[in-house]
């Protein structure tokens, strides 16, 4: 049995494998690989040992710090079950302080408290996990907090402290690790290219990425690491601020820098047009790491004359550049887009630590930040800026301050205002088409919008990718910008914008007239549009109102068909305001009716009866189909209030009314279908079989598809009701194409956990999973009320 001390032992589980080895190494680049104990107890050979003799002297006598990292079920485990009773034996004793404990989705361990204090890692790094772990150690052995950390800039171990080097420091860092590993492989000796070009938009994190990746080069790969930057100007909470002397702004100054920081200042004096070839020669004998930040900044022919100039530079010497806009070069080429959010989540955890407002805000508060800045950490850092800053104590009054951001204080000038005088009339074109939109849309579409032929449109936007001002697919066909970019051209570009727009309405106009209403056969067209007729709708609301009410009738039948509940109630929410602002208040009436039945497709009966009594203020001086349409919409309030006398008498009355107007409508059968529901659930079978198969005749009558597939389904559940399965299955089955042929979501899944019930209960539930399963999708996606039952008919089919 081993006798050597160890700085730091892990004890794990094996699916956490890889996360510890991670931070093994990180560390054993810091003590030496035979100082962290890793994986050895967990290989087989230490299995002849006593483990009543060796665990004691493992976690007790051999280790400077025991880091236990818990998952589920990590103290029932069979090895790390017995590692747990002596690490808690650690952790009683006044020897407690050597355990870090670390865990994965906040699981727990026998003995401990839930307010023990864990280090939780599913947000976290290995980078971020070995820095705290090496902060204990430092503090254990009374020595600073940043003893082993203070050389790496924004937390996590590297191996290149001892270079020397002009970098500046971090802030903090996360995430990133798949582009921190590929600039790792183009600095490699052995790498082809002179390195790593960065490019991406402003504030997306290049410069920290250049300098983090220096930070990690290994020990004696180069023998000084010097950063020259462009940069001209930063952005703070309070403004662009000019940097002044710290910029090279010009490729000569570029050489005369690295002249001065070889420790040849005489290099510089060289003429003009030979002293590259002298800094070239110099750097044969240096091994120097180059990080060139914010190329972009200098005029295009100096540009070119770096690039050429690292395209020379002798094979021991390698370079990192940042530009935001993509060049060709001999080097590996990254295109950065926004954070992932886990890394998004530690930033602003780690940013909470000295910003007070930012401190107790949500999940989901972070997460619109996150989305609101497409993941850009300059413009998340601004917005945490302004928290308490004048009116701005949340995170969303401080992104609204961000959309009216004044000149002198604008980050998204500062992140994209020096570009918009370099967009040709091609690319102008396609940003203000792609502004209409917030997620991928292909390019024959913004082509169409953009007018401009396809291959023109298609070559402005792969121009705006390479400068990652848009961002494209795999494939790049498809490309999208965020909205607050999209806000940005907005005020900038806003002729174009609207030119673009009003072209966008016009099309999605037309989608919309010639393929919505009761065209069920046209609603698949529409639904393959929808992406671009949604983007539209903003439009319509601040259009004129007549054309506004035109498009919530047209669209009333496909959003309900289609499920799309949620646009449907907003689309009507704010179409009703509209009617009310222009006096229409025949339009007013019907777009509070869509608002109640959306909220009776709920049941929400409170917000039913609302409606009612809202769509009836309306329709004071309408006729008497207005009248009776507000009743009956009363009447499945007071149903779903479980107030059935009151229901009975609204819809009676409302019978009354549309009987008065035609003995055979689409009206008088909806009507005689509640009368029907009302009475089934009454207890009166015979009563609603009666006006169910009435509602079902004036159905085929006046030739209602829709009314014909929703009462044969609702004769179907009666049929339940009287535990005939074998009729209620026929009556379904005859049902599902009615309601198929429609296309409405709702009928198809009630009617396919009609036909699954009836056939569980005849003993056939291998034969009724099927519809079970696709009644639970459907409602699922629907956000139906009807999902519970329609689960529990799932149960009993699987069971």
């Avoid at 100054?253 to 070239?280: W, Y």
């Avoid at 009866?609 to 349409?629: F, I, K, N, P, V």
Wanted: net charge negative; proline share 5%.
């Amino acid at each position: 049995m081993s006798t050597k001390r160890f700085r730091v032992a892990f004890s794990f589980a094996g699916e956490k494998r890889d996360f510890v080895k991670a931070i093994a190494s990180l560390l054993a680049q810091q003590f030496g690989e035979d100082k962290i104990l890793y994986d050895k107890y967990h290989e087989a050979e230490f299995a002849r040992y006593d483990l009543g003799i060796y665990l004691p002297k493992l976690y007790g006598e051999q280790s400077d710090l025991i880091v236990p990292v818990l998952c589920p079920n990590y103290d029932t485990k069979r090895w790390t079950g017995w590692e747990w009773i002596h690490i808690y034996g650690l952790l009683t004793k006044a020897d407690g302080y050597r355990v870090i404990p670390c865990r994965f989705e906040y699981a727990n361990a026998d003995g401990l408290s839930p307010a023990s204090g864990f280090i939780e890692l599913d947000q976290k790094t290995p980078e971020q996990a070995a820095t705290l772990i090496l902060e204990r150690l430092a503090l254990n052995e009374g020595r600073p907090r940043d003893h082993y950390t203070k050389d790496s800039g924004s937390g996590g171990t590297h191996s290149s402290a001892n270079i020397p080097h002009n970098l500046p420091r971090l802030q903090s860092f996360f995430g990133r690790e798949a582009e921190l590993q590929k600039i790792a492989e183009a600095l490699a000796p052995d790498a082809r290219g002179w390195g790593a070009l960065i490019d991406g938009p402003g504030g997306i994190g290049k410069t920290a990425l250049a300098i983090r990746a220096a930070e990690l080069v290994p020990a004696g790969r180069f023998r000084r690491i010097i950063f020259l930057s462009s940069k001209e100007r930063e952005l703070t909470a309070d403004g662009q601020r000019a940097l002044g002397y710290f910029v090279l702004p010009s490729y000569l100054e570029m050489l005369n820098a690295i002249a001065r920081e070889l420790g040849q200042p005489d290099l510089a004096k060289a003429p003009e047009a030979e002293r590259s070839e002298v800094i070239l020669r110099a750097l044969r004998e240096a091994d120097v790491l180059l990080v060139l930040d914010n190329l972009e900044t200098l005029p295009e022919t100096d540009r070119d004359r770096l690039f050429t100039f690292l395209n020379r530079l002798p094979r021991g010497c390698s370079a990192i550049v940042t530009s935001r806009r993509r060049s060709d070069a001999s080097a590996s080429i990254l295109r950065l887009d926004r954070l992932d959010w886990p890394a998004a989540q530690s930033l602003l955890a780690d940013l909470a630590q000295h910003n007070d407002r930012l401190a107790p805000t949500t999940e989901p508060e972070r997460r619109a930040l996150y989305e609101e800045t497409g993941g850009n950490p300059l413009l998340m850092r601004w917005v945490v800026g302004q928290l308490g800053l004048g009116r701005c104590k949340t995170i969303a009054a401080a992104l609204d301050f961000l959309r009216r951001a004044p000149a002198e204080n604008n980050p998204l000038e500062f992140v994209f205002g020096d570009l918009l005088d370099t967009f040709t009339t091609n690319e102008t074109q396609v940003l203000a088409a792609l502004t209409h939109f917030t997620r991928l849309m292909p390019t024959t579409f913004i082509a169409e919008l953009a007018s401009l032929n396809e291959a023109a449109a298609q070559g402005a936007l792969s121009d705006l990718a390479n400068r990652a001002l848009v961002l494209p697919d795999a494939e790049e066909r498809h490309f999208a910008l965020v909205p607050l970019v999209a806000d940005f051209l907005r005020k900038q570009k806003p002729e174009v914008v609207a030119e673009t727009g009003n072209r966008l309405e016009q099309r999605a106009y037309a989608l919309i007239v010639e393929n919505g209403y009761r065209e069920y056969d046209r609603f698949p067209v529409l639904d393959a549009a929808w992406p671009t007729v949604a983007a539209a709708i903003p439009l319509f609301l601040a259009g004129p109102n007549p054309r506004l009410q035109t498009v919530c009738t047209a669209l009333q039948t496909f959003l309900n068909f289609t499920g799309r509940w949620d646009e449907w109630l907003s689309l009507n929410q704010q179409a009703e305001a509209r009617a009310i602002a222009a006096g229409d208040w025949n339009k007013a009436g019907w777009r509070a009716y869509q608002v109640g039945e959306i909220h009776r497709l709920r049941q929400q009966a409170d917000a039913v009866l609302d409606c009612a009594d809202r769509a009836a203020a309306h329709w004071q001086s309408a006729g008497a189909r207005e009248r009776a349409t507000a009743i009956h919409l009363r009447g499945k309030g007071h149903q779903l209030k479980q107030d059935y006398p009151a229901a009975l008498s609204a819809y009676r009355e409302a019978l009354d009314l549309y009987r008065s107007l035609s003995a055979e409508s689409e009206e008088v059968a909806l009507t005689l279908n509640s009368l029907a529901d009302i009475e089934q659930r009454s207890g009166d079978l015979t009563a609603a079989e009666q006006d169910y198969r009435e509602a079902l005749r004036v159905a085929r009558a006046i030739g209602d598809a829709e009314g014909v597939a929703s009462y044969t389904g609702n004769l179907a559940a009666l049929v339940l009701d009287r535990k005939d399965w074998s009729g209620a299955e026929t009556l379904a089955r005859e049902a599902l194409p009615l309601a198929e042929k429609v296309g409405r979501q709702q009928l198809i899944a009630s009617n396919c956990r009609r036909i699954a019930k009836a056939l569980v209960r005849q003993g056939q539930a291998a034969e009724a999973l099927p519809y079970a399963r696709r009644a639970v999708t459907i409602y699922t996606q629907l956000g139906s009320p009807d999902l519970a039952s329609a689960q529990a008919t799932l149960r009993e089919c699987e069971g």
